[in-house]
Every structure is written in structure tokens, then in C-alpha cells.
């Protein structure tokens, strides 16, 4: 099986070792892989911004970019949902970059989304002894409705002990854009998120969009908590020594 990978913004830049994650675990499960050179933004932050000309031309240089991949797998929920909802409706003056997007849209996804529904797999035979707890992310868990796919890998984990987030469902404050027009209202959530996750008394956060991730353990430090925090595909990877 063939796929391309599309590393979004935030772990290019700043989480390089979640996409050499991924490419490891899915490379072990036997897909060929390939990492298309001119991938940009998938346009999310000029979208939340207001500017629908500029995400026009973003989204139509990512569906040319991706034209000739059989699935496109994504290592965050928002930049996937971006793709597989947003590209649809932005497009829908013109209906033949439309048309190309809902063909996108149906290779579109999620990486432990890819797992599950397309490789059938739940169980890599990865063991990681730790307690961690979950952040759902809002884009993921509401766009596409990606809930139970990383929860059903990580239960798979050996000595992996999940404990169950309080108010998981709430979102982290991040939301792109939203938390640099509305940092006081934005800092107030992530503050409350970091008490639910202090509650679970965790070892490790674990998450599918490092935005939240990043956003949340940012708060954790500036209230001088120190928590690790791992995408999925680095749990599945280090549990299987990769």
C-alpha cells in the first residue's frame, strides 16, 4: 500500500520527531511512504482569519500537490479536517476544483484513523509502562468525528494505564487563531484543562494535534508542572522500540 504523509505546520517546525514517528510505525505495518516536497499549510490560519482568497489558493496548491496520492495520511485532526470539510464548502463557486476536492477528501486521513479503517490494525505489539492520560482535540472529535480510533490503539498498549480525562469533550483554547484574538478567554480554558489534567495525577499526555499539545504544556509549565507529552504515533513507536 501506498500513501503520502503531510506533516502539518506545528510538527515540522517544532515537533520534528512526531513525523519520524509516524514514518516508523507505518512503515513497520508495510506501507511505502512518501513525503511530497512542495506540501505548504493546509491554509487553516488564513481561513480562521477571514481570508477565504488566500486559503482558496492554499487549498488548491495542496490538492494539486496531493493529486496523485493514493491516501494522504495527516498527523493532526484540524489540518485533516480542514482538507476533508472546509476545502468542500470553499470551494463550491468553482465545481471543478470542488469536484477535485471531495476526491481529496476521500483519500484524507487521519493517522490513527489510517490505522484503524484502512490497515485494519489496533495492535501494533507496542509496551509502554506509564499512566496517561488522553486530549481529545475539538477539530478532530467534531469535524470528522475521528473519537475512538487513537483510544482503541492505545489500549492496545501493554502496560499502558489510560485514565479517563475529566471534561475531556473541552476544548484546550488553543484554536489556532482564537487564542492570540482572545488570549485572556483562551488562557482561562487552557488553565482549566491543565487542573483536569493534573487530577489524573498522569505521567504522560497524549494527544493527536501537537497544537493542543503544545498549547496545553506551555500552560503546564508556566504553572511549574513538567509533563511529558507524546503524539500517538510516538507512543506506538517507542512501545515498539523504533
Avoid at 94 to 100: H, I, S
Avoid at 115 to 135: F, P, Q, W
Avoid at 158 to 175: N, Q, R, S, V
Wanted: charged share 25%.
Amino acid at each position: 500500500m501506498k500513501a503520502s504523509l503531510f506533516i502539518t505546520c506545528i510538527a515540522d517546525s517544532m515537533f520534528a520527531n512526531v513525523g519520524i514517528s509516524a514514518v516508523k510505525v507505518l512503515e513497520k505495518l508495510g506501507v511505502e511512504l512518501d513525503f511530497p516536497k512542495k506540501q505548504t499549510c493546509c491554509g487553516q490560519p488564513a481561513y480562521n482569519s477571514g481570508h477565504h482568497e488566500a486559503t482558496k489558493r492554499a487549498a488548491k496548491h495542496m490538492i494539486e500537490v496531493f493529486k496523485n496520492s493514493e491516501y494522504v495520511i495527516f498527523l493532526a485532526g484540524s489540518c485533516a479536517g480542514m482538507v476533508r470539510e472546509t476545502y468542500i464548502d470553499l470551494l463550491k463557486d468553482e465545481p471543478e476544483w470542488q469536484q477535485k476536492a471531495i476526491d481529496l477528501a476521500n483519500r484524507t486521513y487521519e493517522f490513527s484513523e489510517f490505522l484503524v479503517k484502512v490497515l485494519k490494525v489496533s495492535d501494533i505489539g507496542a509496551e509502554l509502562k506509564a499512566k496517561a492520560t488522553y486530549h481529545q482535540s475539538c477539530h478532530m472529535t467534531r469535524q470528522i468525528k475521528v473519537i475512538e480510533e487513537p483510544l482503541l490503539l492505545l489500549s492496545h498498549v501493554k502496560g499502558l494505564e489510560m485514565i479517563d480525562l475529566p471534561l475531556k469533550e473541552d476544548c484546550c483554547g488553543f484554536g489556532g487563531t482564537f487564542s492570540i484574538k482572545m488570549p485572556e478567554i483562551s488562557v482561562a480554558m487552557v488553565q482549566e484543562k491543565t487542573e483536569h489534567i493534573e487530577e489524573t495525577d498522569a505521567e504522560i499526555l497524549i494527544g493527536s494535534d501537537m497544537a493542543c499539545v503544545m498549547n496545553i504544556k506551555g500552560r503546564l509549565s508556566r504553572n511549574g508542572q513538567e509533563l511529558r507529552s507524546l503524539h500517538v504515533a510516538e507512543v506506538l513507536a517507542e512501545g515498539c522500540g523504533l
